[in-house]
């Protein structure tokens, strides 16, 4: 009985991390080192560090993303941004002014963040 509570504790807690990593985590709120943001019509990529990477991520932050569903195949995008911290890259793309993905999960937001990648990538 005592191994069927702990397999029942164990799943539970895996569970839980999975549906942390995946459902609750806002993907709009990091703390990364840099920003690459690559423009998805053009190709060019712009880095942003320091005061223009805390501007762009206090930009992002005003953002409340909801998850709108899943997200398995992507055949072009608007922008691509990639958080880069301590040798680790997290990346989310763009699929319009209020969606975008992350990881397998599509989101929508209440704020424009296309003009957002616009603000930063024409002011290099």
């Known amino acids: ?23 609750l985590r806002n993907p709009l709120k990091q703390d990364p080192q840099k920003i690459i943001i690559r423009n998805g019509t053009t190709g060019e990529e712009t880095i942003l560090i320091e005061e223009n990477k805390d501007q762009f991520m206090a930009k992002l932050s005003e953002a409340e993303p909801k998850i709108s569903g899943f997200h398995l195949w992507a055949s072009g ?14 990346d989310i793309t763009t699929k ?28 290099k």
């Open 1 to 23: 009985m005592a191994k069927k509570a702990r397999y029942g504790m164990i799943a539970a807690a895996i569970i839980g991390i999975v549906v942390y990593m995946f459902v």
């Open 77 to 90: 995008y608007r922008y691509m941004i990639f958080f880069e911290d301590n040798g680790r890259t997290r």
């Open 96 to 123: 319009g002014k209020n969606r975008f993905v992350s990881g397998i999960i599509e989101y929508t937001t209440d704020i424009d963040i296309i003009s957002i990648m616009e603000e930063f990538t024409s002011s």
